[in-house]
């Protein structure tokens, strides 16, 4: 029996009639999973569907990278957001060839002081700095088109570029996702997606975002486990379990006069990094397996139905999908990689 349409949350009223539009587009994902959608509990392995085009890195005299611990890509280039360095790294998308680098550390125009996430936006990308509480914007040159001074960003972990120009930002505050303009000013504050998790400590509610094709919806992916969410309009159009599904992990709050400590009881990691391309979301998972962190995740953006899995023979850190290839940030023989492949058609998946 086909179960019944379940309501629509809403975080808040639609603000116009193309919002409208938009959430009725998606709205076919709204309802429960149809039985033949059921999430599946067992993974399906398909090979990789990737060709390595060029790699940087991986070796001890390579010091262009230092720290990378973010990646974002479009059709020009890839973007490494270098922790160590306090910068961002170009390479050339298709050739792999040094683009450019960002000035480095400090809090003057195109300097960085603590980068935490990055994201490709306006034909360039768009860069977290919680150490200079601001929003830096880069074209696909390295030149700055705008700095802007946000609170939020103090304690932001990952970015969601929309289409409109407004970006959400997930943060570790009691209403984890702040919907930015693009101005710098705070249009709306957003809850959780899952409203029963509420009410756990922060550390346990850390997301990642990730914008689907168009930038017209954002995906949000809880990191310790349970599972995924789609936003659009600020509303949640569905949610799914990871395939791998565990519960959140337990936090331990220790409280002073002064301080209030969080502190995960047990180490439990689910999807670290996300990504999108086309109709399918690619998620860098951890999980309990003996692949633990080779692992990609694919979905459906439509449904967020499971399809396949790859399990590869390195480890993933980060990963950014952008015209037909994969960047894939690792490390050889303790140093770290950028590696791009070119994708390709996706062979069937087996149990």
Request: glycine share 8%.
């Amino acid at each position: 029996m086909k179960p019944p349409s379940a309501p629509r949350d809403r975080f808040a009223p639609p603000r116009a009639a193309g919002a409208m539009a938009l959430a009725a587009l998606l709205a076919c994902a709204d309802s429960p999973l149809p039985e033949r959608h059921a999430p599946a509990t067992v993974r399906r392995f398909a090979p990789a569907p990737w060709n390595t085009v060029w790699r940087r890195g991986g070796a001890v005299e390579d010091t262009l990278l230092l720290m990378p611990i973010a990646v974002a890509a479009d059709s020009a280039r890839a973007y490494v957001l270098d922790a160590a360095g306090h910068r961002v790294v170009a390479f050339d998308a298709a050739t792999g060839a040094p683009a450019w680098l960002t000035a480095g550390k400090g809090g003057g125009p195109g300097e960085l002081a603590s980068p935490v996430a990055i994201a490709a936006a306006r034909g360039g990308v768009v860069v977290a700095d919680p150490g200079n509480a601001r929003l830096t914007f880069l074209d696909a040159t390295g030149l700055v088109t705008q700095e802007v001074t946000v609170a939020d960003v103090a304690s932001s972990r990952s970015l969601c570029p929309l289409a409109d120009g407004t970006l959400l930002v997930a943060t570790g505050e009691d209403r984890p996702l702040a919907l930015i303009r693009a101005d710098g000013g705070v249009e709306r504050r957003l809850p959780l997606p899952w409203p029963e998790l509420a009410d756990l400590p922060s550390l346990a509610r850390q997301l990642r975002l990730a914008p689907t094709a168009g930038g017209r919806a954002c995906v949000a992916a809880l990191e310790l486990g349970h599972g995924f969410a789609i936003l659009a309009d600020e509303r949640v159009v569905w949610r799914r379990p990871y395939v791998e599904a565990f519960p959140l992990p337990r936090v331990q709050v220790t409280r002073s006069l002064r301080t209030r400590t969080q502190r995960l009881a047990e180490r439990q990691i689910a999807a670290y990094d996300v990504a999108v391309a086309g109709d399918e979301i690619t998620m860098a998972f951890e999980g309990r397996s003996r692949a633990a962190r080779r692992l990609l995740d694919v979905y459906s953006a439509s449904t967020g139905a499971y399809l396949r899995s790859h399990e590869l023979d390195f480890p993933v850190n980060a990963i950014a999908l952008a015209a037909g290839r994969a960047f894939v940030l690792s490390e050889r023989d303790g140093y770290p990689t950028l590696t791009a492949h070119a994708t390709t058609t996706p062979t069937a998946a087996v149990p």
